[in-house]
C-alpha cells in the first residue's frame, strides 16, 4: 500500500508562498503523484499532477525529486481562498485505487 | 469541466433503513468510486468499480453495503440497514484513465438518527 506523510496542518498569510511536502517513500514506478484541495463539505478538487521534474499550471507547482519519494506542492501568492485542505495522492500499488492521507489543513491569514 | 453528479445532497434517515446514493459519473470514464468522510476525518476509500463489478473494497465495505450500475449511467451505493456510524459525507468518484485525474462529486450527507 503506497503510503503518504504530509504534515498536518500549515499556517500561512496573504500573499506568500506556501510548500507543501508529501513523503511517499514506498511509490511505485508507474504512479503519478497527484494533490488535491479540499474545501469543507465538497468533494476533494484536482490541483496538478506530475511524475518527475517540475509541472506547473495556472494554479500550483509541482516539484518532484529525481528519486520521487516526495513532492512539493508550491502555491504562489496564497489568498484567504486558499485554506483548505490538501492531499498528496498515490494510486493503491493493487491497481487503480487511490489511498487519501489525512491531508494538510492550510490556513491563510490576513 | 466534465462533473460528476450527486443525489441527493443531504439525506436524512432512521437506523436500520436502507438508503441508496446516487451518482452519474463522467460519461466516458470506466472506473468508478466509493469514498466516504466523517466528519472531521480524512477521506476513506470504500470500494471501486470496473467493468460491471467491484475491482477493490476496503474493510469498511462489509456485507451492509452494496453497488450497482444499473443502466449504464447512474451508479449507486446501498447501505441496506444504516447504522449510525454510517453518519458521514459519502462521494464519489470516476477516474479519467488517460490523464490519470479522479473526479469527484460534490457528495452526499447521510445523517442516521
Known amino acids: 500500500l503506497a503510503k503518504t506523510t504530509q504534515p498536518i496542518s500549515m499556517d500561512s498569510y496573504e500573499g506568500q508562498e506556501v510548500n507543501i511536502t508529501c513523503s511517499h517513500n514506498?511509490?511505485?514506478?508507474?504512479?503519478?503523484i497527484t494533490w488535491y484541495q479540499q474545501f469543507p463539505s465538497q468533494g476533494p478538487r484536482f490541483i496538478i499532477q506530475g511524475y518527475k521534474t517540475k509541472v506547473t499550471n495556472e494554479v500550483a507547482s509541482l516539484f518532484i525529486p529525481a528519486d520521487r519519494k516526495s513532492s512539493t506542492l508550491s502555491l504562489p501568492r496564497v489568498s484567504l481562498s486558499d485554506t483548505a485542505v490538501y492531499y498528496c495522492?498515490?494510486?493503491?500499488?493493487?491497481?487503480?485505487?487511490?489511498?487519501f492521507g489525512p491531508g494538510t489543513r492550510l490556513s491563510v491569514l490576513p | 469541466e466534465p462533473e460528476v453528479t450527486q443525489t441527493p445532497s443531504h439525506q436524512v434517515t432512521q437506523m436500520g433503513q436502507e438508503v441508496i446514493l446516487r451518482c452519474v459519473p463522467i460519461s466516458n470514464h470506466l472506473y468508478f468510486y466509493w469514498y466516504r468522510q466523517i466528519l472531521g476525518q480524512k477521506v476513506e476509500f470504500l470500494v471501486s468499480f470496473y467493468n460491471n463489478e467491484i475491482s477493490e473494497k476496503s474493510e469498511i465495505f462489509d456485507d451492509q453495503f452494496s453497488v450497482e450500475r444499473p443502466d449504464g449511467s447512474n451508479f449507486t451505493l446501498k447501505i441496506r440497514s444504516t447504522k449510525l456510524e454510517d453518519s458521514a459525507m459519502y462521494f464519489c468518484?470516476?477516474?479519467?484513465?488517460?490523464?490519470?485525474?479522479?473526479?469527484f462529486g460534490s457528495g452526499t450527507q447521510l445523517s442516521v438518527l
Open positions: 495522492l498515490l494510486r493503491d500499488n493493487y491497481g487503480q485505487n487511490f489511498v
Open positions: 514506498n511509490i511505485a514506478t508507474n504512479d503519478y
Open positions: 468518484a470516476s477516474f479519467d484513465s488517460l490523464n490519470e485525474k479522479l473526479f
